[in-house]
């Protein structure tokens, strides 16, 4: 689907299909959406965190996903958020119109966690969050970054994620992932006091 970003509400849409030796993805996001999801992935935790994203940002997201899980996560989890990025990209268009700067700071029961972005189109990640365990489930929770650096780079987000407490990983991973998403939902959102206008003095994002 080839992005509309004349305005608001107009066809923001976009759909991505990544195939390597490693994994076969294929993800249609509409940024105009009311937050529906389908997503399979094949990793458990990855797919509830995915829903998170698309309800909290109201971004309607499905994800198809088919990997070496045999070998292990890695390749699922990086590619799906390299394919994830380039979709929210692509529906972004030229980035006509958007409010482009979001944040959130999100409680959840013992932990608490910022997020600011920038959807510059100049990619770049500040992660500083840490984690109590190697492993949530069955995923390494060293994973979760892998997603974000790949997500940000290919979505085109300046994207800073500090995770400022917490001793539940479940709850500081879910928290990152709803902190993005409600930054996301305010980036993308088109700013009707300036909807055909780029939101840069350069007049390009």
């Given at each position: 689907?080839?992005?509309?970003?004349?305005?608001?509400?107009r066809?923001?849409?976009?759909?991505?299909?990544?195939?390597?030796?490693?994994?076969?993805?294929?993800v249609?996001?509409?940024?105009?959406?009311s937050?529906?999801?389908?997503?399979?992935?094949?990793?458990?935790?990855?797919?509830?965190?995915?829903?998170?994203?698309?309800?909290?940002?109201?971004?309607?997201?499905?994800?198809?996903?088919?990997?070496?899980?045999?070998?292990?996560?890695?390749?699922?989890?990086?590619?799906?958020?390299?394919?994830?990025?380039?979709?929210?990209?692509?529906?972004?268009?030229?980035?006509?119109?958007?409010?482009?700067?979001?944040?959130?700071?999100?409680?959840?029961?013992?932990?608490?966690?910022?997020?600011?972005?920038?959807?510059?189109?100049?990619?770049?990640?500040?992660?500083?969050?840490?984690?109590?365990?190697?492993?949530?489930?069955?995923?390494?929770?060293?994973?979760?970054?892998?997603?974000?650096?790949?997500?940000?780079?290919?979505?085109?987000?300046?994207?800073?994620?500090?995770?400022?407490?917490?001793?539940?990983n479940?709850?500081?991973v879910?928290?990152?992932?709803?902190?993005?998403?409600?930054a996301?939902?305010?980036?993308?959102?088109?700013?009707?006091?300036?909807?055909?206008?780029?939101?840069?003095?350069?007049?390009?994002?």
């Amino acid at each position: 689907m080839a992005p509309d970003t004349a305005g608001a509400g107009r066809g923001r849409s976009a759909r991505v299909e990544r195939t390597t030796k490693e994994t076969s993805i294929a993800v249609t996001v509409d940024l105009d959406g009311s937050g529906r999801y389908e997503v399979s992935t094949g990793i458990g935790f990855l797919d509830h965190m995915l829903e998170q994203l698309s309800r909290h940002s109201l971004i309607d997201i499905t994800v198809r996903a088919k990997g070496d899980l045999h070998i292990d996560y890695h390749h699922t989890t990086e590619d799906t958020g390299i394919a994830l990025g380039e979709a929210v990209s692509k529906a972004l268009g030229e980035r006509i119109g958007i409010t482009r700067y979001g944040e959130a700071l999100i409680p959840m029961d013992e932990t608490l966690t910022q997020v600011a972005l920038d959807a510059s189109n100049r990619p770049y990640l500040i992660w500083k969050v840490n984690f109590t365990k190697p492993k949530l489930g069955e995923m390494d929770t060293e994973l979760f970054k892998e997603w974000f650096q790949a997500f940000a780079q290919n979505a085109g987000l300046t994207l800073h994620i500090w995770n400022h407490y917490g001793e539940n990983n479940h709850h500081i991973v879910e928290s990152c992932f709803k902190g993005l998403a409600r930054a996301l939902r305010q980036a993308v959102e088109i700013d009707p006091r300036k909807q055909d206008a780029i939101p840069s003095t350069k007049g390009k994002l």
